[in-house]
């Protein structure tokens, strides 16, 4: 048997080999991270390719698996992503990178971060006789028909939507593996065609190892204290329903000396502090930019609750927010628009409200009401964080990958 029960490896034999690609800078990317940590720890060897605007040292070990980094300018990068459900040139291109790095690392699996890689490391999987495992971190024809850059123009002048789902599903059945990251997702997968079986779902929880190491830092807390602090953390983007929070701010402030703070940045950042302008809210709204990972630990103990506003769509039905994990962990309670899986958590576990997005008097009434009660906001608080302590944690997720790994070098070994 190749993996043992502990490790990727026996004794005798060499580790079972990963190679993992992204096309984003990394670090920081905290799922890619998760997952090549926790297999490197299980005995398995893992390489990452990064092909991606990312000029820092071509080759890096970092933190037990090992970095290779190939340059792509910015332009060229959003360029072969935006193009590739219709010409193939990042299929091209990855599956030469991912042969060429063959020569120096031999590797057993490619591991695809999202579906547009796919076709690369499908292309390279078929030529160098190696299986691939399909990383879906979204679904990801349903997304594009919620970011900003595919709906717009020039970008909407390039996105097929037909021609997406049929790779979807092409890529999706020749995959040998595929992970998701909810139970909703996989069950998008299985309506595909895909067996059950061959789908690991691999939630995006929390690191509570990696997490508690961040420091607390008094200065951000202290900066955003006010009556009642109000807290978003993430991407600034279409699907984010940042929109519809700030349209609802007039009528929380009727009732309540609501601070809103929301930390990241994105593409329709400037419209939105247009938005907050008209409104003549800009003295209750804070746009804090992009923040390192390290940080939002802190803009996050500075709120009374925290928000997740976003718009309720087949995207977002199907995935969860990486956000509310941290926001439960960190004993804030929370209200959530009614998107599917998320709406699901939050009632299982009573960390929070749900409202039906868009509903800006359901919102505001929502929110009104905890400020009102601070004893059922502390309850809720408690109930998030005693249930990430229990199962919705890293620990206890990524358990499933390393089976899904161990099974598969088991299946590879002839031994067994």
Not at 220 to 226: G, P, Q, T
Request: glycine letters at 6%.
């Amino acid at each position: 048997m190749r993996a043992g029960p502990e490790h990727g490896k026996t004794e005798s034999q060499k580790p079972y080999r990963i190679l993992m690609i992204l096309d984003q800078p990394f670090p920081p990317d905290v799922r890619v991270e998760n997952e090549a940590n926790a297999l490197a720890k299980a005995g398995f060897e893992v390489v990452l390719l990064i092909l991606a605007p990312d000029t820092r040292a071509p080759i890096e070990d970092y933190q037990g698996f090992t970095i290779v980094r190939r340059h792509v300018p910015p332009k060229i990068r959003n360029w072969m992503r935006g193009l590739a459900g219709t010409i193939p040139v990042l299929s091209w291109y990855i599956a030469r990178q991912v042969q060429q790095l063959r020569k120096q690392h031999k590797f057993d699996v490619i591991h695809a971060h999202d579906l547009y890689m796919c076709g690369g490391a499908l292309r390279a999987g078929k030529r160098i006789g190696v299986p691939v495992v399909a990383d879906l971190h979204e679904v990801w024809t349903a997304a594009l028909a919620q970011y900003a850059w595919s709906t717009r123009f020039p970008g909407k002048l390039f996105i097929n939507l037909r021609g997406w789902k049929a790779l979807e599903k092409k890529w999706t059945e020749i995959a040998r593996h595929i992970i998701v990251t909810a139970e909703t997702m996989r069950d998008h997968y299985v309506e595909l065609g895909c067996p059950e079986k061959k789908i690991t779902v691999l939630p995006n929880t929390i690191n509570i190892t990696a997490f508690n190491c961040y420091p607390v830092k008094e200065d951000i807390i202290e900066a955003h204290k006010s009556a009642f602090t109000l807290v978003y953390t993430g991407g600034i983007n279409l699907h984010r329903g940042l929109d519809y929070l700030l349209d609802t701010i007039p009528l929380i402030l009727k009732h309540c000396p609501a601070r809103l703070v929301i930390v990241g940045d994105g593409s329709i950042r400037p419209e939105l502090e247009k938005q907050a302008e008209l409104l003549g809210i800009t003295d209750h709204v804070v746009f804090e930019g992009w923040r390192p990972q390290e940080e939002i630990k802190s803009y996050i103990l500075a709120s009374d609750v925290c928000l997740i506003p976003q718009v309720k769509s087949e995207h977002t039905d199907k995935t969860v927010a990486h956000k509310l994990f941290h926001y439960m962990y960190l004993q804030r309670p929370l209200i959530t628009t009614n998107c599917t899986y998320m709406q699901q958590i939050v009632e299982a576990t009573d960390c929070g409200a749900v409202v039906p997005y868009g509903d800006h008097e359901a919102f505001a009434s929502c929110l009104i009401e905890l400020y009102r009660n601070p004893a059922r906001r502390k309850q809720m608080a408690s109930n998030g964080h005693q249930a990430v302590l229990e199962r919705y944690n890293w620990d206890h997720s990524v358990r499933s990958l390393i089976e899904m790994y161990r099974n598969m070098a088991e299946k590879m070994d002839p031994n067994c």
